[in-house]
């Protein structure tokens, strides 16, 4: 439940873990970067022990002034089979307190889920059906996810990643980026004779170590002012708009246009790296890096400002590789960008394996890795989430929670389906596919039954028949007990007639 202190404004989402689990996991994370972690509320799961799940719930209903019902497309199925298998259901609870309490109750349909879905409905939560619904479209879900953040009306604040730019939920790139030197540091040792310039520079450098790299810019800026043509101090301003624009981000209240708001300091960057471009001679690796940077500012300035349509960011970063075909920015980059523009996933691969090979630039690589692999439904797509994390698991590489979810994701037979499952389940070799989702479950956040059949079919794979047909009788057997019926009972099903005969 709520910790002490949560804002009376805060969001519920209620939502049925067998029927849209992935959604509402998307759905939350966009809402928690909109308005932050402690005004959006999932999940029920830190209730005290021994507490009354019911007046937990009425509690937490209370403290919220609003309430999105994720609906899929077996949401009133479950609801069916519960109330006629007399088994409680939390989820009609949590919209009938909310409903009771007259908060605002907003139906959201993920999945293919129709309005129709909504008849019929028990009398505690029959008001549910008059209330308008939103729908979030697997085409359009960062969109939809938009509109809905702003019905929700409050001061909305977006925060733009570079390497998430086209995804249903953005990714934090400056945490990772930090860590490591810029392209090139100016030397803390340069010679000055103004005591202001070696002041200003340190602070500079400072401010680079530390992440801040729009202030760098900024500060390289006044340096430049006061010594025009100070060699360290053009260099680090390039560097440090480089690195502002890998980091890009911007905040826009509400009634203000992203546009106007990141379209001048994207235009600032820019003109900062066609200077530096110019000093470079448009030849050697350092040319090729800034290249790379105004192929990536040019995407933001089409993407966030919307001032660009043309082909100006591929070409710039293709002019890159030309000039250096082992430029782990520009390969980085592009496969990035090839993704988000519905290029091919082949070649993508392919330039992301490139900027591996390099050794450089780790957490950038991976930062544009995962962005774009944890939201694209391109074909493809899920072996390589799956071969990335078991790349990054036996690498020893770290991966936030929110990540190894969604790549978790794609094992979720009953949302998408045997033929998605059937993609992750032979992606890498079953010995590492089981130990990579071991990795990415550690929290063991997926159901029991899910991590059996999952371990089931890995065993499958390997050729251990025997074992893994054992595995399915007992979940068979639970089923039968426990009178449980659905896609993952129907898949448990299946596999165990598979490996009978």
Known sequence: MPEEGRATDSIFISYRRDDSAPYAGRLCDHLTEAFGASRVFMDVEDIEPGSNFADAIDHTIGQCQAVLVVIGPRWFEILQERASQSQPDYVVHEVGAALKRKTRVIPVLVGGARPEELNNLPASIAELALREAVE????????????????????????????????????????????????????????????????????????????????????????????????????????????????????????????????????????????????????GPRAATILAHIGWARWLNRHIAAKEFGPEAEQALRRALEIDPSNVFANAMLGNWLLQNGGSVEKALAHFDAAVRTGQERPLVRAMQLGVLTDSPQPGITAAAVRLANQMRAG???????????????????????????????????????????????????????REYIHARYLEGRGDRRQALGILKALQEENRKQGNQGRLADSVNAAANRLSR
């Open 136 to 283: 979030l479209r697997d085409s359009s879900f960062k969109d939809d996810c938009g509109r809905l953040q702003k019905a929700l009306g409050s001061r909305t604040q977006w925060r733009f990643w570079a390497a998430l730019l086209a995804g249903a939920a953005v990714l934090v790139l400056g945490l990772l980026l930090w860590l490591r030197p810029g392209p090139r540091q100016p030397k803390a040792n340069a010679p000055t004779a103004d005591p202001r310039i070696a002041q200003l520079m340190a602070t500079a450098r400072t401010q680079t170590s530390l992440g801040a790299h729009e202030r760098a810019f900024r500060t390289y800026e006044e340096v430049l002012k006061l010594a025009p043509t100070d060699p360290a101090a053009l260099d680090g301003e390039v560097d440090a708009a480089m690195r502002w624009a890998e980091n890009f981000r911007v905040t826009i209240s509400e009634g203000q246009r992203p546009e106007d708001v990141a379209g001048p300091p994207i235009s600032t960057i820019l003109n900062a790296l066609e200077a530096g471009l110019a000093r470079a001679g448009e030849a």
């Open 396 to 450: 020893g590489e770290s991966m936030t929670a929110r990540l190894k979810r969604r790549i978790l994701q794609n094992f979720n037979a009953t949302m998408y389906g045997e033929a998605q499952l059937e993609e992750a389940l032979t992606a890498v070799p079953p010995a590492d596919g089981w130990a990579t989702f071991e990795w990415l479950d550690e929290d063991h956040s997926q159901r029991p039954e899910v």
